[in-house]
């Protein structure tokens, strides 16, 4: 058996015999080989694309490169990652739109809606089981990941909310998420969970210098052949703390156990093949928002200058003399070509004085307005604009920041004065798409990871009281680590942030006919606010008991029945079944007054 019969066997399960047989490997025949010419990048006579033509006059110089995915980012990737920081730090905008990014897809509380799939799990559907594991699961995770001890964070700085807001942030400045996973052995007689995160800057995921020659670590990555990661290199310290001894020591972190627990979390999306470090959106949108900031910079400085001088005097005379009349003191001894100016004006303001003595008219309330010798102007200046700022120009780049952001132009810019509902409405949807699809990359899967490692922690430890005493034997664990088995416990979905409503009103109704006609759900239309049904069901139970208690009336079936039939276009619902027993007794009443009707 040759190799290469070696490596078909390895991927597809067949014996050598059967290779022989099916012989998958063979040679095409003669006649169906490749036409004479197919593959000679060379041979193309004419341009069938304008857009590849090395013969337009517009397109000629335009010669891009041609590189692999990792060669295109990393070299510039930590000049990029800087420059967005820079931005970040320093443009108002930019970092606006990063918070509204982890408010629009974190929100204040990140919720888990844990979801087992029993059919997996025990070859059955058991719903009741799953109520109860549910119902303890969310409440124990709760209690770790939002504890004002800071347990999911290995720095005790950060709740789990916080954590996934921070890999938000990281994600949009750098295009990527890394963080270790830890076993935290401090305070262990108040911790519940050992299990912590700690977040890496990306500055610190580097190829030691001394494994520079290795093909299988790229930018700090490790790789098999079938690149597929295997661990990360990662500083001790951040490369420019030149001062610190551990800038220049790495440690690898394997990417799992030998068992299959997660150590090292690494998210990014990977648009090309064999991509291995991801890199900001907002690296394409970088010398706009530069130059767009400096264009402010300047037109706010233009407008500073203009403002500065109120008035201006145009004249033939030194500043002297002309800051004299004005009402100044003289500005210092005079030459004899000076005196003999201030002689001359002399001469002229005493003319002037002696042919206005007695009028008052050179006064305004009384202040005073210069006269001033002739040739000499006083011009008032008015405030300046400072140029185009807050027009259709500056509109125009904060667009382009809007699309580098995917934010809508409303949102970013907090100018909502040329915008009307429908329109709005439909830059929300479009908002709403991209932050669910950031949501269900980062958010999502960030913290998926965070929570499977702590429920196989706490699954070893047997602290689940729901879980079937079979499974909880420590000595019988091996059946967590059998395919599928921990995915289908750990499956669940995340509430974050509420989608908002605009005009609270027609999207209540619109909410209430979808729940009318079935076309959703109450968990779907509660994740829309940002809440759990669960815990909703569970409030409005609380309140229904104690208003019966209290024997206070409850309205808000017949109001929601109201609402949607109202827009619907149905009939209204009775107000209340004593008024249906009034009209009938009435409706009684007036048949007894009728006269009998006498047949003859």
């Known amino acids: 058996m040759n190799k290469q019969d070696h490596l078909i066997s390895e991927l597809l399960g067949l014996s050598p015999s059967e290779i022989r047989r099916n012989d998958p490997v063979a040679p095409a025949p003669p006649g169906l080989g490749a036409p004479g010419g197919a593959g000679d990048e060379l041979a193309i006579a004419g341009d069938a694309y304008e857009g590849a033509s090395i013969h337009n006059r517009e397109l000629a110089l335009w010669q891009p490169p041609s590189r692999s995915a990792d060669r295109d980012i990393i ?22 739109a990063a918070q509204q990014h982890q408010d629009g897809i974190v929100g204040p509380e990140f919720v888990l809606n844990s979801k087992p799939e029993t059919k997996i799990i025990f070859g059955k559907e058991d719903e009741k089981w799953e109520t109860e594991f549910q119902e303890e699961i969310e409440t124990r995770f709760k209690l770790w990941a939002q504890s004002d001890d800071k347990w999911p964070d290995a720095g005790r700085r950060n709740s789990f909310t916080q954590l996934i807001r921070q890999a938000v942030g990281s994600y949009l400045v750098t295009g990527e ?334 909410s209430a006919l979808r729940r009318k006609n079935t076309l959703t759900t109450d968990e779907d239309e509660l994740a829309r606010l940002g809440k759990d049904y669960r815990r909703v069901y569970r409030q409005r139970r609380r309140e229904k008991l104690l208003r019966d208690k209290l024997e206070i009336e409850d309205e808000s079936d017949l109001s929601a029945t109201n609402m949607m039939n109202a827009a619907s276009g149905a009939e209204r619902e009775a107000p209340d079944e004593r008024n249906e027993d009034k009209e009938a007794d009435n409706k009684d009443a007036r048949t007894d007054q009728l006269e009998p009707v006498v047949n003859v």
Request: charged residues 25%.
């Open 177 to 510: 998420v890394l963080a270790v996973v830890e076993w935290a052995r401090e305070d262990r007689n108040l911790r519940a969970f050992n299990t912590s995160v700690r977040m890496i800057d990306l500055d610190r995921l580097s190829t030691p210098t001394n494994r520079m020659s290795d093909k299988n670590i790229i930018a700090g990555v490790q790789v098999d052949r079938r690149h597929i990661p295997q661990g990360y290199w990662i500083r001790q310290a951040h490369p420019r703390d030149i001062a610190d001894p551990r800038a220049y020591q790495w440690e690898f972190v394997p990417r799992r156990k030998p068992w299959g627990r997660a150590q090292a979390i690494h998210l990014f999306d990977q648009r090309r093949p064999n991509q291995t470090r991801g890199i900001s959106d907002v690296v394409a949108g970088l010398k706009e928002l530069r130059q767009t900031k400096d264009f402010r910079e300047t037109m706010l400085q233009n407008a500073v200058v203009q403002a500065t001088y109120a008035a201006s005097v145009e004249s033939d005379l030194d500043t002297n003399a002309i800051f004299q009349r004005l009402g100044g003191g003289n500005l210092g001894e005079g030459t004899a070509f000076e005196n003999s100016i201030a002689q001359y004006i002399g001469a002229h303001l005493s003319a002037v004085s002696k042919y206005m003595k007695g009028s008052d008219q050179f006064q305004i309330g009384g202040v005073r307005i210069p006269h001033l010798p002739p040739g000499s102007k006083l011009q008032l200046r008015p405030a300046g604009q400072g140029g185009p700022l807050g027009t259709d120009f500056e509109k125009s780049l904060l667009r382009y920041l809007s699309a580098a952001t995917s934010l809508s132009y409303e949102q970013l810019s907090r100018d909502f004065s040329e915008t009307n509902y429908a329109s709005f409405r439909g830059a929300m949807n479009e908002t709403w798409k991209f932050m669910n699809g950031r949501k269900a990359l980062v958010a999502d899967n960030f913290a998926s990871f965070i929570f499977r490692l702590w429920l196989e922690e706490g699954l070893n430890r047997a602290a689940f009281e729901s879980m079937p005493r079979k499974f909880k034997n420590p000595d019988n664990m091996g059946w967590l680590y059998q395919p599928q088995i921990l995915d289908a416990i750990a499956a669940c979905d995340w509430i974050g942030a509420s989608r908002g409503q605009i005009d609270e009103l027609k999207e209540t109704q619109a």
């Open 75 to 96: 070299p510039q990737k930590t000049r990029a990652d800087a420059r967005v920081r820079d931005t970040y730090r320093n443009d108002a905008y930019v970092q606006s």
